[in-house]
């Protein structure tokens, strides 16, 4: 038996004017699946509402589907959790969402397609909604088109030239794409998405990220001192979900120094870096919310586990304070230059 302590997402647009939040205490037989655990919480509340079918969903903050069995997701994420829907600012009811964008993405490509295609896109609905670059633009195509793409071109090459012309829109196309494996246990499309953004990329003679690493580091230059380490809240940014390792080991270091160490929820997802060739406002929006989100939960000094990643938000710094309209008074220091800084470990 397992006993989940659940907060979860409420909304209705014809009634609320915005969307709260409600905890339920579940004790739950552990071969049960997500399903069970919405069932439950709407006997106990029959406000919260999901979907009949296709059923997607958040829970803290990976999207999953509703056959997932509970222990595996309790095993991965905890007992504490946090239930929205897959896009809430695609909610109409709850976790009902209005999802005509997907198949309107489709259509984009629906004439190089048969029923074999529709049906493998169709397949990717949780990949779409899983997107974090719907945060920044609504009007994104999404990541399934994408991959639906990289299908049709290599089956059909032919074809190439017109399916990237269609994927490539100025507003919303694959210059909006940053992609990050946010399925539950998902596959990880990462190769196949960065291998269609070379067929579509423009070779110059030298990329807009080498121009912007080239760039004169700001003349600040901030450090953390031995003997004022113990009055500093430090946060590290790592930039991948897989760094856990190296997060717990930095943790441990800064506290028995007796400093703070905070953590923000940007700091495993990416920020901005493998965009800044090819949509560099995307870049500043997705870095400027990522250093502002570090020093909101309280950081005043930010470490980057990556020296590359160290010099690319240092040199951009000044156009993400223009973007986020606020200054980002952290200190932004590479772990290496930390004078209590870990061992590295391998994830």
């Known amino acids: 038996m397992l006993k989940l302590n659940i907060r979860a997402f409420f ?38 509402s999901f979907p009949n079918s296709n059923i997607i969903l958040k ?11 509970i222990s595996t997701i309790a095993k991965e994420l905890g007992k504490e959790l ?16 209005n999802d005509s964008d997907f198949m309107q993405s489709f259509e984009l490509l629906s004439e190089f397609t048969n029923e074999e295609d529709r049906a493998y896109y169709q397949t990717l609905y949780p990949v779409h909604y899983a997107s974090s670059s719907f945060e920044y633009n609504h009007e994104y195509i999404g990541d399934a088109i994408l991959l639906l793409a990289s299908r049709l071109i290599e089956r059909n090459p032919e074809d190439e030239y017109a399916i990237i012309n269609t994927i490539n829109d100025e507003f919303k196309g694959i210059d909006y794409c940053e992609y990050e494996n946010n ?5 990880d499309h990462a190769q196949t998405i960065h291998q269609l953004k070379e067929k ?30 113990s009055e500093e809240k430090i946060a590290l940014y ?4 897989n760094d856990t390792k190296l997060i717990a080991q930095t943790k441990e ?26 949509n560099i406002e995307l870049a500043h929006q997705k870095a400027g919310k990522m250093l502002l989100e570090a020093l909101d939960y309280g950081a005043t000094s930010l ?9 690319l938000f240092n040199s951009m710094r000044a156009k993400c304070e223009r973007t986020v309209g606020r200054p980002i008074d952290l200190k932004l220091i590479s772990l290496d230059k930390l004078p209590i800084a870990p061992t590295r470990v391998e994830a």
Do not use: H, W
Request: charged share 30%; proline share 3%.
């Open 11 to 48: 909304f209705n647009a014809q009634t609320d004017y915005l969307p709260y939040y409600k905890n339920f205490t579940l004790n739950i037989e552990r071969d049960k699946k997500v399903i069970d655990v919405l069932n439950m919480i709407k006997e106990k509340n029959p406000d919260f």
């Open 183 to 187: 399925v539950f246990k998902g596959q």
């Open 253 to 278: 270091q800064i506290e028995q120094r007796g400093a703070t160490f905070v953590e923000f929820p940007m700091s495993t997802r990416l920020a901005g870096q493998t965009v800044i060739s090819s």
């Open 303 to 311: 470490l980057f586990s990556k020296e590359e990643d160290f010099k």
């Open 59 to 69: 829970i803290n903050e990976l999207v999953v589907t509703a056959d997932e069995n």
């Open 82 to 97: 946090q239930i929205d829907p897959a896009l809430a600012y695609r909610s109409n009811n709850g976790l009902i969402l």
């Open 200 to 229: 579509v990329a423009t070779k110059a003679k030298k990329s807009l990220l080498d121009r912007v690493c080239d760039l004169a580091i700001k003349k600040r230059s901030d450090r953390l001192d031995n003997d004022t380490i």
């Open 238 to 241: 790592v930039g991948s979900r």
